[in-house]
């Protein structure tokens, strides 16, 4: 018996999944038996600390990139052009955002994570192709770029949850649509950004979608934690 | 010419600037951006650093432009920061958008330009200090700090707008260093492990994810009341407790000190020796110690002649053939071996012997000892019964018959025998083989007894005799290396000269006097049962004849003197002279 349990438990550690942090768990199917499904609750902490890393890393390759690849001084805190996002219309304020709908705001969310998929694949090629840039930076490239990836997913299902208990409407766009109004200089625009640029976009546009899940989840889950 | 002119341009603008400076008149310095923080992200304020104002009243000025936008706006507020400050309000401000800020002097003779500065809204927020930060003592028994405080008023966490996460720090009055904590988000924490009658001072401050730290905020004071703790008394027990212990050990190992004595120290063994007397050896008598431990009878001294003896000394005489019955011979072998086996360094002579009594077999005859001893009062004769001689001789000479023969071949000087005395050799036809085996003779000499046979006779045959009792011939006896003698026992009704071998009962003695062709010489008889033996000057058998209880034998004596009566000497036709001029005495019958 004593051998069966360590066996199990052994069995047990192996299939454990230490990325569950960061990666969006599997939800369960609507209305499946015997699967627990997390609450809203839960899945808004999942997406929002996933964020929360995603920002991280960002700031750290941005940081990085200030310090090794030097770029000229009129260049730092600012960039010459707009990010490639600049045609997402995205609240610039805590009014603005709490005034913005429910289901526009995670409209938001979904688009910026969109806009983001190509251009992060594309700054991690970038990336190493860099002889500079340390193995770490591109590791860093590299998760970000899958967790935008995952992030996305992520939203989505919380999307999901949230039409499914109610608290939005069905107005919410699918993701293909939203893709599709996605303008197509932006793609090109993008691939015309140099890495600090795309950078310091993404900066900024992680810390939005940080900011905005935040917003969300405090408006939908009223918590003490807001 | 040229050089004059423009030597006396330049006194000239020295001199103007000279009169300028004397009165402090300049454009203003360069003006600097110290800080732009925002304490919600909501709003924001820059500060600016004047330079110098060169004199005259200075204005000053900031503008800004936004993200991708041409536009140049000047600050809205110059007052509600405080002076050389700008205030950006919450119709002003964006978030995630990058303001290009610079901040203008100018006054009546120019203006001056800072450098620009880019700020991002969301990377300069530094809020307020936490607010209402209470110290609340609980638990009078065991006290612990409960703080408690609030965000500052203007953060607003409530939306998820900002999030902010703390950190306090607590330290004793008299002391110097804060002990700081983490928070987290929340805005609880316990402080324990107080110390009695002191007073702490707690402060807390706040961050939010990306954003600067706040200051500290007040300090709060806080007296810890007088109270033992739980900890120490638990160690005032302990100690106690221990300390109890700790004497009932000792009186324990008190009490039993000698047993811990001899458990941490332990006596040294002495020795132990069987037999051994330690206080003996104390006492200084080592002799009679180590003579305790002398154990009677060991090592087992063996008589090494004995060992070493496995063979008797055979002479071959080719005249003679022997015959063995290996059957009987083995059974009389195996009956004799159960006794001890002393025949040990005889040598010739003894063997001789030896051989002479297996051919006879001399068997126990309950019935002739007494005889035997009966003799003693006669003992110059060797009785014989001669009832048990018929079936003695043949059961004795039925296995040994060649022996006897050989032996009276092999005679030496030792050994006279009287040819004109005829000899019997029984025989038995039986057992009569003409085979001469040289392994026979080993087994006798393990077969021989010591024990005086009681009675024997010789049987002697010669290889021509093959049939019981056939007459006897004379025998001639060559000379021969034969080493053994015997003597004549007694003469029976047939007129057959019995022979017995000399020293019987004394083969030790005879053993130590005779080696080799060992024999002695006999001086006289002394009394009835002793016989001197004169000690041989050339340096032969020397025995000391003592008493012999067995039959006596006949001492010659060179000085004349009787024969004892007793002696019955057989008709003797002459005294056979042994070459070496020794009388046999065996040549002197003694029945």
């Known amino acids: 018996c004593v051998l069966h349990c360590w066996s199990l438990f052994v069995l047990l550690l192996m299939c454990l999944d230490l990325h569950t942090l960061v990666e969006s768990a599997p939800i369960c199917a609507h209305g499946h038996t015997g699967c627990h499904s997390p609450t809203l609750s839960d899945l808004f902490d999942r997406v929002i600390q996933h964020s929360a890393r995603m920002h991280g890393l960002s700031s750290d390759l941005h940081s990085d990139f200030e310090q090794y690849f030097l770029p000229s001084r009129n260049q730092i805190g600012r960039i010459n052009r707009k990010c490639h996002t600049a045609y997402i ?43 500079d840039f340390t193995s770490i930076s591109g590791n860093k490239a590299l998760e970000m770029s899958d967790m935008v990836h995952q992030l996305k997913n992520g939203v989505e299902k919380v999307a999901e949850k949230m039409q499914l208990l109610g608290m939005i409407s069905n107005s919410l766009m699918s993701l293909s649509s939203t893709e599709a109004l996605a303008p197509h200089s932006a793609s090109s625009e993008a691939r015309s950004m140099s890495d600090y640029e795309l950078l310091y976009c993404f900066r900024r546009d992680s810390n939005k979608v940080q900011n905005y899940l935040k917003i969300l989840k405090c408006r939908i889950v009223a918590e003490h934690g807001c | 010419m040229m050089s004059r002119d423009s030597g006396a341009s330049l006194i000239l603008s020295l001199l103007i600037s000279a009169v300028l400076d004397s009165d402090g008149l300049s454009p203003p310095g360069k003006p600097r951006l110290t800080s732009c923080r925002s304490p919600e992200k909501e709003t924001f304020t820059c500060w600016w650093e004047p330079g110098s104002d060169g004199g005259l009243p200075t204005n000053y000025s900031l503008f800004y432009r936004k993200e991708n936008s041409d536009t140049v706006y000047e600050c809205p507020d110059y007052h509600t920061a405080g002076r050389n400050s700008c205030f950006f309000s919450k119709n002003d401000t964006s978030i995630w958008v990058n303001y290009n800020i610079t901040v203008v002097a100018t006054n009546a003779l120019g203006s001056n330009f800072s450098d620009p500065v880019d700020v991002d809204v969301v990377y300069i927020v530094q809020p307020h200090t936490p607010e209402n930060l209470t110290v609340v003592l609980e638990d009078e028994d065991n006290p612990f700090l409960v703080v408690r405080w609030e965000p500052p008023r203007m953060a607003d966490t409530r939306s998820g707008w900002i999030t902010l996460i703390y950190q ?27 110390h009695s009658g002191e007073v702490y001072m707690v402060q807390v401050r706040c961050k939010p994810d990306h954003g600067f730290w706040s200051e500290w905020s007040a300090t709060t004071y806080v007296k810890v009341p007088d109270y033992i703790s739980r900890e120490r008394s638990i160690w005032i027990l302990i100690a106690v407790f221990s300390t109890f212990i700790f004497f009932v050990f000792i009186w324990t190992m008190h009490i039993n000190r000698n047993s811990v004595k001899h458990f941490l120290l332990p006596p040294v063994p002495g020795p132990k020796i069987k037999g051994f007397d330690t206080q003996l050896l104390k006492s200084g ?31 071959d005489n080719k005249e003679q053939v022997l015959m063995l019955d290996r059957k009987d011979l083995q059974e009389s072998l195996f009956k004799s071996k159960s006794s001890s086996d002393t025949d040990s360094g005889r040598g010739s002579c003894d063997s001789h012997t030896l051989l002479m009594e297996k051919c006879v077999e001399p068997k126990e005859d309950q019935t002739m000892m007494p005889q035997v001893k009966d003799s003693e009062a006669s003992r110059d004769l060797v009785m014989k019964n001669d009832s048990n001689t018929p079936e003695s001789t043949n059961v004795k000479t039925k296995t040994w018959p060649t022996i006897c023969s050989s032996y009276h071949y092999d005679q030496n000087p030792c050994y006279h025998s009287i040819p004109e005395m005829p000899r019997q050799c029984h025989i038995s036809s039986n057992h009569f083989a003409s085979t001469h085996q040289q392994d026979y003779w080993e087994s006798p000499a393990d077969i021989y007894h010591k024990k005086p046979p009681s009675g024997y006779r010789y049987a002697q045959a010669y290889s021509e005799f093959n049939i019981k009792g056939i007459a006897l011939k004379e025998a001639t006896f060559p000379a021969s290396k034969s080493l053994e003698y015997v003597e004549v026992q007694h003469v029976n009704q047939e007129n057959t000269l019995i022979l017995k071998p000399i020293g019987q009962e004394g083969p030790d003695l005879f053993h130590a006097a005779c080696t080799g062709h060992d024999y002695s010489r006999v001086n006289r008889v002394v009394s009835d049962n002793v016989f ?28 004349p003197g009787k024969p004892a009566d007793h002696l019955q000497v057989p008709r003797v036709q002459e005294t056979h002279l042994a070459p070496n001029g020794y009388v046999d005495t065996a040549t002197m019958l003694s029945y």
């Open chain 2, 168 to 194: 306090l720090r607590v330290k004793l009055e008299k002391e110097e260093e804060w002990e700081e904590h983490f928070a987290g988000q929340q805005k609880q924490f316990n402080i324990f492990s107080l």
């Open chain 2, 285 to 315: 008598k080592s002799e009679a110690v180590f003579s305790a431990l002398v154990i009677q009878g060991y090592p087992p001294t063996s008589y090494y002649d004995d060992l070493l003896v496995e063979y008797l000394e055979v002479y």
């Open chain 2, 532 to 559: 001197l033996l004169q000690r041989d000057t050339s340096g032969q058998c020397h025995s000391d004849c003592q008493e012999r209880e067995a039959p006596v034998r006949s001492c010659t004596q060179q000085q």
């Open chain 1, 89 to 131: 219309l995205t609240p610039n304020g805590k009014e603005n955002a709490q005034r913005l709908a429910r289901e526009e705001l995670t409209e938001v969310i979904l688009k910026l994570l969109a806009a983001w998929r190509d251009p992060l694949s594309q700054f991690h090629r970038s990336m190493a192709r860099h002889e």
